[in-house]
Structures are given as C-alpha cells and as structure tokens.
C-alpha cells in the first residue's frame, strides 16, 4: 500500500506552555521523533501545524479553520498529500514506535476509509490511517462546528485496531509533569 504521512502538530499546547513539537525526549525533539517515526514508511510526509517551525526542512501546513483541532489539521493536509492514504500520527506521543504503525498498517483493510488503534478502552483517533476521500466529511463537521474526530465513525467506513501489546505506548505528554515523568519513568 502506498502512503503518505502526517504528523498533527498544530495544537495550542495551552497545558504544557511551549510548542510540544520542540520538547525533548531521549536526546530527540517530538517532531524530529515523529518525522523519523513516518520515514520508516513514506518520503512524503506533512508537518500540521500552526506555529513557526524555525529551521525545519519538513513541509508544513496551517489550518485554514483555526481553533478546529486535529479535525483542521486533517482538512488541511489530505488534500495535499501524494497517496491516497496517510499514516497519521500526533506529535505528542514520544512513546509510540515504527513497530507499533507496521502492525497497524498491517491490520488496514482497503475498503475502509479509517483505521484507528484502540488502546484498552480509549480509541487513538490521531493515531490511524485516513482515506483523503473523507474531506468532504471533514468539512461538513468543520462547517456545523463539530470538531470531534470520533463522530466521523458514525459515518464512514472504518475499523478499529486493538492495540494489544502496544497500548502502553500511548501516553500523550500534555504539561511540564507529565513530561518530567516520562523522562525520569524512562531514564531521559
């Protein structure tokens, strides 16, 4: 299956104070760990984000609906992609692995225009596969206001991925403690 990728990098980070996607974690920024993340399976990759990325080679697109979330962030980079799916990831998951996508890219049945992991009784909606046939949708729910990726599920196809043995890889780092945990939890 031929892919794009994307990393949604976009948000406010109002809880951690700073741009997430310049924090450090095992001598590697988010973003230059979620771009490596993506490399492993496409040379096209998509920054989302908002904010300046000063010195970053990588592509970057802004929102054109601010304050929308990772919703915006989706509706603005699918249609840009090369391949008609993208491997999408968020930046704040310092935990999450090459091992952990190929399984999930593994597990994608072609008729479905999502695929996202479910990690014990969470669904990792920034963490999947999306069709860019789903833009229309996108913009529909971007239009009434209805920002939340999970009620795209109750109109598209799409299946859910147990995450198994990787869900303990899904911890989002959203403030300064959360961050100094996992970097004393991990050894830096």
Not at 55 to 66: L, S
Not at 182 to 188: H, I, S
Request: glycine share 8%; net charge neutral.
């Amino acid at each position: 299956m031929e892919i794009s990728g994307i990393v949604i990098a976009g948000g406010k980070s109002l809880r951690m104070g700073t741009d997430k996607s310049s924090l450090m974690f095992r001598n590697k920024s988010f973003l230059d760990h979620a771009v490596g993340l993506l490399q492993h399976f496409t040379g096209d990759i998509i920054v989302s984000s908002n904010a300046d990325i000063a010195g970053k080679v990588y592509t970057t697109i802004p929102d054109a609906v601010q304050n929308a979330g990772p919703m915006g962030g989706l509706h603005a980079c699918l249609p840009q992609i090369k391949n008609d799916r993208a491997l999408v990831i968020p930046v704040d998951m310092p935990l999450l692995n090459v091992e952990a996508l190929q399984y999930l890219l593994q597990q994608v049945e072609m008729q479905q225009k999502l695929t996202v992991f479910k990690a014990g009784d969470r669904l990792q909606m920034l963490t999947g596969v999306y069709h860019k046939d789903i833009v229309p949708l996108l913009q529909t729910h971007l239009d009434t206001g209805d920002y939340k990726l999970r009620n795209l599920l109750k109109k598209i196809p799409h299946q859910i991925v147990d995450a198994g043995e990787f869900s303990s890889i899904f911890v989002n780092v959203n403030t300064p403690e959360q961050l100094n945990k996992l970097n004393f939890e991990n050894g830096k």
